[in-house]
């Protein structure tokens, strides 16, 4: 279980209308829904002459999957994500992007709230570990420590949770995971994410996997697709970024050893 927890701690069915949700890590669209697809930063990267120009009151950056006259998808850049869909969902380019923008705009406003939230129920990333009452140890690996509270509410709305995990990187609340049991109290528990946070980043439509993208917070739900049982996480992004880059400085030297 612990392999699992500690893989999730180094890093969420339904999208909105038109936009779905791409988190750049290599600034390209590689696949999208299977098809190999080419990805153009603005429309005039294009070899035809562009339809649709930024004026400075749109994102920085447009794209277009295929060629201008002839495209696949369109797509935005708001906020550091890019959000796309399929040409033959709107009628016109221009409108293709006003709509890809205005549903991005939706997301990120649920996105906000996670960002505002910073934390699980009255407990906020960052937090000592001196600060959560009714702690007990539960896993460790060096600065990384795994505890359970005595006294949990195991409940979220209606839906049953197995057990709720808090771990702290050198004594600050850094990451929440939460277990569930079965499909019925799984999909409660991922309702109830979608009604605050929205419908979450899927990249696999056949698997029960979504993300959501905050500034300052991850979340994600992750279900297995035989038992249904979920594990749910809550992580702060400033404080996994410095545990990553402790754990690439701690091999660097231990490299030094060789």
Known sequence: MFTRLLSLSLLFVSSASYAQEYTKITRDLRLVKSDKVLLYKSLADTSSAPAFENNGKTPGYYYVVGTTASPNWVAVEFKNKVYFTKRTNVPSLEEGLAKVLADSKKKDEKLTALDAKNGFRTYHFGDDVSTIPNLKEIEKD???????????????????????????????????MINTKGLVDSRKV?????????GGYQSNKYLEKYYWFGDKVTGSYDENTLTHDALISFSSTEISKQKAADKKQAAQKAGADL
Do not use: M, P, R, W
């Open 190 to 198: 991922y309702d109830a994410l979608a009604s605050q946070y929205g």
């Open 142 to 176: 060096g600065d990384t420590k795994f505890y359970n509270k005595t006294d949990e509410n195991l409940k979220i709305g209606d839906a049953n949770l197995k057990d709720i995990v808090y771990g702290f990187y050198k004594g600050k609340l850094y990451i929440v």
